[in-house]
């Protein structure tokens, strides 16, 4: 890689603050707006097949502003549920950067992967979250949601989204996921179960709030 000669670097510096000063305004001042054209649609996740809403609505945790939870089982792939949750929240950067921090069993990924699964509509980028431990593995598959488009990187969609953000207001970011504790000879299983919920929710994200 060739060394950046340090006189450009004032340059860049304000290159980087000019992008960075409307996230800035929007994450500060600007006033939060919800571009889901049926949010209601959107959290009714009975929709989405082999999925069963909980009875009773979610507690709510202070960086989201919906929720919904409930049990998904795969077809043909054992008997044992996955937990899923469609989580909102306008504090983008938290919930793209630690959405297990939200689940039922939360947990603290020890690693995590994004992989690009073929759907009629091309390429959808799912995001992987593992934990490890000796008997079990916990594993997580996310798609998110912003600006109607699935998220493979969030902040160039924010820094293309900001100036209509500082005009219109915060957009939300909405995560899709399906999450279990499995033992490690079940993981691949399991992950490809919560991969089909995932890319099953943007699906029903899509029909939900797209025009």
């Known amino acids: ?48 097949p082999g999925s069963e809403p909980d009875p009773s609505p979610p507690e709510l945790h202070h960086y989201l502003f919906a929720r919904a939870s409930g049990t998904f089982l795969s077809p043909g792939r054992g008997p044992d549920p996955l937990d899923f949750m469609i989580l909102r929240s306008h504090r983008t950067e938290i ?52 600006d109607g488009r699935p998220v493979e990187s969030l902040l160039p969609m924010q820094i293309a989204t900001a ?18 504790v499995t033992p490690h000879r079940r993981g691949e299983e399991i992950e490809a179960s919560a991969i089909a919920w995932a890319t099953a929710a943007w699906e029903h994200h899509r029909k939900a709030c797209l025009p």
């Open 1 to 48: 890689m060739t060394p950046i000669s340090p006189r450009y670097l004032p340059a860049l510096l304000g290159l980087l603050l000019l992008a960075l000063a409307p996230l800035a305004y929007q994450a500060i001042a600007a006033p939060p707006m919800d571009d889901c054209r049926d949010a209601q649609a959107l959290l009714a996740a009975g929709s989405i």
């Open 95 to 146: 919930a793209f950067d630690r959405p297990t921090r939200f689940l039922e069993k939360r947990f603290i990924p020890d690693r995590r992967e994004l992989r690009q699964i073929e759907t009629g509509e091309g390429p959808l980028p799912v995001h992987l979250f593992y934990r490890y431990h000796l008997a079990w593995v916990q594993v997580a598959a996310v798609v998110f949601a912003y």
């Open 163 to 180: 100036p209509r953000q500082i005009r219109d207001g915060r957009l939300p970011i909405t995560a899709m996921v399906a999450s279990a």
